[in-house]
């Protein structure tokens, strides 16, 4: 009994003495009579500390030798200009207003008549002032004069006074208004009924930009 207890008590020595060198890092109960203790030792305790932001990384300089991988860095070119292009757009002239086509034709002849009855004015006494009428007045008289009696000649200075000749330009334009007015209307309609089967005028509009 002695032997064998003796047996058992050198076994667990030994067991125990294995199981401590192997297992250093646990710490157990009694085993054969031996205690297991860890011979590790913990890691050293850190307390929290507060985050603290990483510090701002210095502008680069304006030559770039500070930073080498700024300074390798190419810049982008400025965009070329571009050469200016010219847009068209083609269009038809598919109908005139009559009404527009009317009322625009008045005005243009109404200012056309005025022009006409300024132009007329001076013409009249520009030639007067340089004795055009006078002069071919004189030639006509004589020329119709009859041998004889010496009387009944042409007077043509009298038949073309001012106030005949303002007088028979102002019928002329009032005639020309009113003529204008109704063929430019007239020429509307007609332009309506063309552009109907042919399709009207085309035309192509350019823009520059």
Same mark, same amino acid.
């Given at each position: 009994?002695?032997? %064998?207890?003796?047996?058992?008590?050198?076994?667990?020595?030994?067991?125990?003495?294995?199981?401590?060198?192997?297992?250093?890092?646990?710490?157990?109960?009694?085993?054969?009579?031996?205690?297991?203790?860890?011979?590790?030792?913990?890691?050293?305790?850190?307390?929290?500390?507060?985050? +603290?932001?990483?510090?701002?990384?210095?502008?680069?300089?304006?030559?770039?030798?500070?930073?080498?991988?700024?300074?390798?860095?190419?810049?982008?070119?400025?965009?070329?200009?571009?050469?200016?292009?010219?847009?068209?757009?083609? &269009?038809? $002239?598919?109908?005139?207003?009559?009404?527009? *086509?009317?009322?625009?034709?008045?005005?243009?002849? $109404?200012?056309?008549?005025?022009?006409? $009855?300024? +132009?007329?004015? *001076?013409?009249?006494?520009?030639? @007067?002032?340089?004795?055009?009428?006078?002069?071919?007045? @004189?030639?006509?008289?004589?020329?119709?004069?009859?041998?004889?009696?010496?009387?009944?000649?042409?007077?043509?200075?009298?038949? &073309?006074?001012?106030?005949?000749?303002?007088?028979?330009?102002?019928?002329? %334009?009032?005639? @020309?208004? $009113?003529?204008?007015?109704?063929?430019?209307?007239?020429?509307?309609?007609?332009?309506?009924?063309?552009?109907?089967?042919?399709?009207?005028?085309?035309?192509? &509009?350019?823009? @520059?930009?």
């Amino acid at each position: 009994m002695s032997g %064998a207890t003796g047996a058992t008590g050198g076994a667990g020595r030994t067991g125990g003495g294995a199981h401590g060198r192997g297992s250093a890092n646990l710490s157990g109960p009694q085993e054969g009579g031996y205690t297991v203790t860890d011979t590790r030792q913990p890691p050293p305790h850190q307390p929290a500390q507060a985050y +603290a932001p990483p510090a701002p990384s210095a502008p680069p300089s304006a030559s770039g030798g500070g930073n080498p991988a700024a300074a390798g860095v190419r810049k982008p070119r400025p965009a070329a200009r571009s050469v200016p292009r010219t847009r068209k757009a083609r &269009l038809r $002239i598919a109908k005139a207003d009559p009404w527009s *086509v009317m009322k625009v034709s008045f005005l243009l002849s $109404i200012a056309l008549g005025i022009c006409t $009855i300024i +132009a007329v004015a *001076v013409l009249w006494m520009v030639l @007067d002032a340089i004795g055009v009428f006078s002069t071919v007045g @004189d030639t006509i008289s004589e020329a119709t004069t009859s041998e004889q009696g010496g009387s009944g000649g042409f007077d043509l200075v009298s038949f &073309l006074s001012l106030s005949r000749v303002m007088m028979i330009t102002t019928v002329i %334009a009032v005639i @020309d208004v $009113i003529l204008a007015t109704a063929l430019a209307t007239l020429g509307a309609f007609v332009y309506n009924l063309s552009a109907g089967f042919v399709g009207g005028i085309e035309l192509t &509009l350019a823009e @520059d930009e």
